[in-house]
């Protein structure tokens, strides 16, 4: 049972991870709470969808399709609504990144011509592994599967490539980075898009997952991903992917405790009791303050 | 000339931090930009390396006109800068920091070669290259962004307070690198508070007060100015 209850809650711990790096990465380039970032989840979801069910192609073509329409979406959101602001107020982009994620909510309700939600084709079998007591589903391990290889790979791009370690030193010193002749409105747009596939990859994830996809999905899961990503400390990557896979498994044993109805609130409330003795969340960089 | 700064203004938000201010960098030479703090040094070099737009006046830098120019773009062109503060990347190692530097050129093999030149110059560097910057002395960090800069191979290097927050002993280090730097062909633009070593090392030198250049000479006559003695040698 509690084995059982695990597994459940890394599969949906996953999905969460994958969309809490984007907002932490965005976060550790440029300060932005990128409130878009659900939507483009949703629209990842959508994209999965349509592939699967109008042009009957195979899970993974569906996911790279997702993925091929968020990244420039994600690209054109912040050369649009966040670059030219992004010498205002803090508060200036913040508002703006709230309006492209109602806009971008309203234009897929508007095409999909009601907000109500859809079902997701059976394209992965209903096949269940059991390991013991422990039972797979076949959607679960290529949730934990194809959540886990695209951290990896973000985690050597952000290690060993160029444009990683110019993502890494733009995040910690920007007018510096710019000073070594890195263009950071490159890093920023990498950086975006990086997210962006990521989440496009959830929202397919999530939508095969749980067979139900709306033009909403993206606000709950967006703000949940985006706790995730400040309990493991916001700019932290490796924070983002703990904190996901936390709230993913308290969730998880929430439900399972009994306490449906208050499985947000059980989650949220670990969140704030690991925010209370650690501000800066489990594996983030203490605040420092530039003088 | 490599670099001709002429009548530069520049403001932030209301304050004129520079009040048309004209010098010149003799190419092959060290020149000191010296004076008190908010004379606005700093802000000569943040807009001579594009972090800071001028609000008038020109940047000639090899002939072109440089104002314009966005930051990412001067390093392609031989401007280098160490800036106040040393501005390490803290967390990142002392190798990633280093290739940071050497960002704008494109070939790995220059790259490697600018390397090697950084190792032999700092020894120290290769030591702890594959250690956190942040885990380093001051006076290493200090070295790292010296070597940093000098990955991109700059014409001209610009260097804002490299003595500040350094024990003497390391200060004397740092300011025989420097010269050492220039011997090798580099030309400097120094920017210090601490003018008796800056006057040491320069050819020349500008005194910047609030935002305009009170003084300027070969650096020999400027150290034996009564006024310069006065306010900045502490006599």
Do not use: W
Request: glycine share 10%.
């Amino acid at each position: 049972m509690f084995f059982q209850q695990l597994v459940n809650g890394v599969t949906l711990g996953a999905t969460y991870a994958l969309i809490a790096l984007g907002y932490t990465m965005v976060y550790g380039i440029i300060q932005l709470i990128n409130f878009a970032h659900g939507e483009v989840y949703m629209i990842g979801a959508f994209v999965g969808l349509i592939m699967v069910a109008v042009y009957k192609v195979n899970f993974f073509i569906a996911l790279l399709a997702a993925m091929a329409v968020c990244i420039p979406l994600a690209v054109l959101i912040e050369r649009v609504a966040y670059r030219p602001l992004r010498n205002s107020t803090r508060l200036a982009p913040l508002i703006s990144a709230l309006g492209v994620s109602i806009f971008l909510q309203t234009l897929v309700t508007l095409i999909k011509g009601d907000p109500n939600p859809l079902g997701f084709p059976h394209v992965i079998q209903d096949t269940v592994y059991a390991l013991g007591p422990v039972k797979f589903s076949l959607i679960q391990v290529v949730i934990l599967i194809v959540a886990s290889l695209l951290m990896v790979f973000l985690e050597i791009t952000v290690k060993y490539t160029k444009i990683g370690k110019a993502m890494r030193a733009t995040s910690e010193d920007y007018e510096t980075a710019n000073l070594m002749g890195i263009n950071v409105n490159h890093v920023v747009s990498f950086t975006f898009a990086a997210g962006a596939a990521l989440a496009a990859a959830g929202g397919v994830l999530v939508g095969m997952y749980f067979n139900s996809i709306n033009p909403f999905m993206g606000v709950t899961v967006g703000l949940k991903s985006f706790c995730a990503a400040v309990v493991g400390g916001i700019g932290s990557i490796p924070g983002a992917m703990l904190g996901g896979l936390l709230l993913g498994i308290a969730e998880v044993f929430g439900v399972a405790a009994g306490f449906d109805t208050y499985k947000e609130a059980i989650s949220f409330g670990l969140l704030i009791i690991i925010l209370l003795f650690r501000p800066t969340g489990l594996l983030g960089h203490p605040i420092q303050r530039k003088v | 000339m490599l670099l001709a700064v002429e009548n530069l203004h520049v403001s932030y938000g209301g304050i004129r931090a520079l009040k048309g201010i004209s010098f010149e960098v003799e190419e092959g030479k060290i020149v000191a930009l010296i004076g008190a703090n908010g004379a606005g040094k700093s802000t000569t070099l943040r807009t001579i390396c594009g972090l800071v737009r001028a609000q008038s006046g020109r940047i000639e830098y090899k002939g072109t006109v440089v104002n314009k120019v966005p930051p990412y773009k001067i390093v392609g062109m031989g401007i280098s800068m160490v800036p106040e503060g040393r501005r390490v990347f803290t967390r990142l190692t002392v190798l990633e920091n280093l290739e940071m530097g050497a960002y704008s050129r494109g070939s790995s093999q220059e790259a490697k070669e600018s390397l090697a030149n950084v190792f032999k110059r700092f020894p120290r560097l290769q030591e702890r290259k594959s250690q956190l910057a942040g885990t380093l002395s001051g006076g290493e960090q200090q070295m790292l962004a010296m070597g940093r800069a000098l990955m991109s191979r700059p014409q001209l290097l610009l260097m804002d307070e490299p003595s500040m927050g350094l024990a003497p002993m390391l200060v004397e280090e740092i300011f025989s690198i420097i010269r050492e730097i220039n011997n090798s062909g580099t030309t400097i633009l120094l920017v210090e508070q601490n003018a008796h070593m800056a006057l040491s090392v320069a050819g020349s030198a500008y005194v910047l007060e609030t935002g305009e250049i009170a003084l300027s000479g070969p650096a020999a006559e400027m150290a034996d100015n009564p006024e310069v003695r006065k306010c900045y040698l502490g006599e």
